[in-house]
């Protein structure tokens, strides 16, 4: 094992007792990315020197010893949708190729305030538009685990380095799923937080929590102690609040025999999904679902979910790139015109619809969630799909009227507001990786972090729901 294959937690503690140093870790990191990403095409750009600097101030803060900052010199990679001082940042898009952002934006200086090492970004569709990861700027970033398959998106830059190494912490964002699809698909877990919870500037509506910022790592641990750096209070982020970043540092234990779940496959039918993936979410409930104190399939009423998705996703669009449209439409990504010409059709009156009908449904879920403490549901509706192909035009056997309809098993959850993380349950029926999701109570997030080690470490100790690192060894042959 080399010092890059290293979960960060494992690597601060060993940097902390001096039997790692940052600079080996750095240069393992970059000794990977080297060999790996030629072929993975998951880093996009890097700042090698800053971080040989850093590292190294990393390492000299180590052999003095005392109160050190909590990711103190762990690489990272920030999504190439988030502004990285003196890093090249795209957006993915050709609009932006040769950016160099001046400054960065608060999330990243609260991660160099705690010590991280930004050295890499990662790859995203354009402007984070759609559940695989491939754009006209880098070209497609391919799935560890099968080259011909996407590790999904938009923050599959993030998982596919996560997966294979080059990274022990990467940042990522969700509106429909972008931090959950890729963690299920690549084999690491992601963690949408509660909406506010890490602090953004330049938020495009100020009240509406469709988007979020948050971390992935290789367990829930290392997802957790990336909170430290990224949760934060931001005055210029209307949902933002104070929060004790610390916290997350150190997980609470928990008796997975007193926790109350329940679980749904498709939300009653709502949600489209794969025969395939059925059979491999109700397996894994089967084999876990007597370790808990109650365990019942309990379905959230989500009948409405759809459209009131993608309206409001359509509103967001209006408000983000219909000049970019207007200006550009040759250039950018079929899915980001569709999504502004849907919105272009729409009313007011559709609009207060949706409106109207999310708060019931917010509303609705509360009450749902009044009785038990986590909800279980697939983490994807299909396997991993072939880059070649684009995304399914049916699922299950449903036709899809549009892109995000196949993320309706994760857009529904974004709806609730709830923190949700994804994380690894073995393999699906074409052989890649699978997981589940798991919803909290409406900010919950250090509850949900801690109950979700606890079932993590359950799912590891089950030999039918584990699986392997990727085979890196053949890469680029």
Same mark, same amino acid.
């Given at each position: 094992?080399?010092?890059?294959?290293?979960?960060?937690?494992?690597?601060?503690?060993?940097?902390?007792?001096?039997?790692?140093?940052?600079?080996?870790?750095?240069?393992?990191?970059?000794?990977?990315?080297?060999?790996?990403?030629?072929?993975?095409?998951? +880093?996009?750009? /890097?700042?090698?020197?800053? %971080?040989?600097?850093?590292?190294?101030?990393?390492?000299?803060?180590?052999?003095?010893?005392?109160?050190?900052?909590?990711?103190?010199?762990?690489?990272?990679?920030?999504?190439?949708?988030?502004?990285?001082?003196?890093?090249?940042?795209?957006?993915?898009?050709?609009?932006?190729?040769?950016?160099? @952002?001046?400054?960065?934006?608060?999330?990243?200086?609260?991660?160099?305030?705690?010590?991280?090492?930004?050295?890499?970004?990662?790859?995203?569709?354009?402007?984070?538009?759609?559940?695989?990861?491939?754009?006209?700027?880098? =070209? %497609?970033?391919?799935?560890?685990?099968?080259?011909?398959?996407?590790?999904?998106?938009?923050?599959?830059?993030?998982?596919?380095?996560?997966?294979?190494?080059?990274?022990?912490?990467?940042?990522?964002?969700?509106?429909? =799923?972008?931090?959950?699809?890729?963690?299920?698909?690549? =084999?690491?877990?992601?963690?949408?937080?509660?909406?506010?919870?890490?602090?953004?500037?330049?938020?495009?509506?100020?009240?509406?929590?469709?988007?979020?910022?948050?971390?992935?790592?290789?367990?829930?641990?290392?997802?957790?102690?990336?909170?430290?750096?990224?949760?934060?209070?931001? #005055?210029?982020?209307?949902?933002?609040?104070?929060?004790?970043?610390?916290?997350?540092?150190?997980?609470?234990?928990?008796?997975?025999?007193?926790?109350?779940?329940?679980?749904?496959?498709?939300?009653?039918?709502?949600?489209?999904?794969?025969?395939?993936?059925?059979?491999?979410?109700?397996?894994?409930?089967?084999?876990?679902?007597?370790?808990?104190?109650?365990?019942?399939?309990?379905?959230?009423?989500?009948?409405?979910?759809? #459209?009131?998705?993608?309206?409001?996703?359509?509103?967001?669009?209006? %408000?983000?790139?219909?000049?970019?449209?207007?200006?550009?439409?040759? *250039?950018?990504?079929?899915? +980001?015109?569709?999504?502004?010409?849907?919105?272009?059709? /729409?009313?007011?009156?559709?609009?207060?619809?949706?409106?109207?009908?999310?708060?019931?449904?917010?509303?609705?879920?509360?009450?749902?969630? %009044?009785?038990?403490?986590?909800? +279980?549901?697939?983490?994807?509706?299909?396997?991993?799909?072939? *880059?070649?192909?684009?995304?399914?035009?049916?699922?299950?056997?449903?036709?899809?009227?549009?892109?995000?309809?196949?993320?309706?098993?994760?857009?529904?959850?974004?709806?609730?507001?709830?923190?949700?993380?994804?994380?690894?349950?073995?393999?699906?029926?074409?052989?890649?990786?699978?997981?589940?999701? *798991?919803?909290?109570?409406?900010?919950?997030?250090? #509850?949900?972090?801690?109950?979700?080690?606890?079932?993590?470490? /359950?799912?590891?100790?089950?030999?039918?729901?584990?699986?392997?690192? @990727?085979?890196?060894?053949?890469?680029?042959?």
């Amino acid at each position: 094992m080399q010092p890059c294959d290293l979960n960060a937690s494992d690597a601060v503690r060993k940097m902390t007792t001096r039997e790692l140093s940052p600079i080996e870790l750095l240069e393992s990191c970059l000794a990977r990315i080297e060999t790996v990403n030629g072929t993975i095409n998951a +880093i996009t750009a /890097m700042d090698i020197p800053r %971080a040989r600097e850093d590292a190294n101030a990393a390492e000299q803060a180590y052999a003095k010893g005392g109160e050190l900052p909590s990711l103190l010199g762990l690489p990272v990679g920030i999504k190439d949708l988030n502004k990285t001082q003196g890093l090249r940042t795209t957006y993915g898009s050709l609009l932006h190729a040769n950016d160099v @952002p001046t400054e960065d934006e608060a999330l990243v200086v609260r991660l160099r305030r705690a010590g991280a090492i930004i050295l890499a970004k990662t790859n995203t569709p354009e402007y984070g538009s759609g559940s695989n990861t491939n754009n006209k700027v880098f =070209g %497609a970033t391919c799935n560890p685990y099968d080259l011909e398959r996407t590790p999904g998106g938009s923050s599959g830059g993030s998982a596919a380095a996560l997966a294979t190494g080059m990274l022990p912490l990467a940042h990522g964002s969700d509106t429909g =799923g972008s931090l959950r699809n890729p963690a299920t698909w690549s =084999g690491v877990v992601g963690f949408r937080p509660t909406p506010g919870l890490v602090g953004r500037e330049g938020r495009t509506l100020n009240y509406t929590h469709f988007s979020v910022q948050g971390p992935m790592g290789r367990n829930v641990t290392d997802a957790a102690l990336m909170m430290t750096g990224l949760a934060g209070n931001e #005055d210029r982020d209307a949902l933002s609040s104070f929060v004790d970043a610390s916290a997350f540092r150190h997980l609470a234990d928990v008796d997975v025999s007193k926790l109350r779940v329940a679980w749904s496959t498709d939300f009653g039918g709502t949600a489209p999904i794969d025969d395939g993936i059925r059979q491999s979410f109700e397996g894994v409930i089967k084999q876990i679902s007597s370790a808990f104190g109650i365990c019942d399939e309990r379905h959230p009423n989500f009948e409405d979910a759809r #459209d009131i998705f993608w309206t409001l996703r359509c509103v967001y669009y209006l %408000a983000s790139h219909s000049e970019r449209v207007a200006n550009h439409r040759d *250039i950018l990504s079929p899915n +980001i015109v569709s999504n502004v010409e849907a919105g272009m059709g /729409m009313s007011l009156a559709d609009v207060a619809r949706a409106e109207r009908d999310w708060a019931r449904l917010y509303a609705e879920f509360q009450t749902y969630f %009044a009785d038990i403490d986590l909800l +279980i549901v697939p983490g994807n509706a299909v396997s991993p799909f072939l *880059i070649a192909d684009g995304i399914p035009k049916s699922v299950g056997g449903k036709v899809m009227e549009n892109y995000v309809d196949a993320s309706l098993v994760r857009s529904a959850l974004t709806l609730t507001g709830h923190p949700v993380i994804a994380i690894p349950a073995g393999l699906d029926e074409v052989g890649m990786p699978f997981g589940v999701q *798991i919803v909290g109570k409406r900010r919950g997030d250090f #509850d949900l972090l801690s109950a979700a080690k606890a079932i993590e470490t /359950m799912i590891q100790a089950n030999p039918a729901l584990v699986f392997g690192r @990727p085979n890196i060894s053949n890469y680029g042959q």
